[in-house]
């Protein structure tokens, strides 16, 4: 028999449930933010860096 496991979710809160270790969701999308953000920075850091460098 096939259980019926949902592929999405409607709201962020519904994922809340499923969280491990008493983690909130706002903690973890705050989180998600701050490693997208220092991501983005190193990536244009690295970007600037090699312009600035090559030859000419």
Known sequence: MLLRVPLAYATAG???DGLLNGLSIESLQR???V???LSA???IVV???GYLR???
Do not use: Q
Request: hydrophobic share 60%.
């Open 14 to 16: 519904d994922a809340a």
């Open 31 to 33: 989180w998600t933010l």
């Open 35 to 37: 490693y997208l953000g």
């Open 41 to 43: 920075l190193a990536f």
């Open 47 to 49: 970007w600037l860096v």
């Open 54 to 56: 090559r030859p000419g």
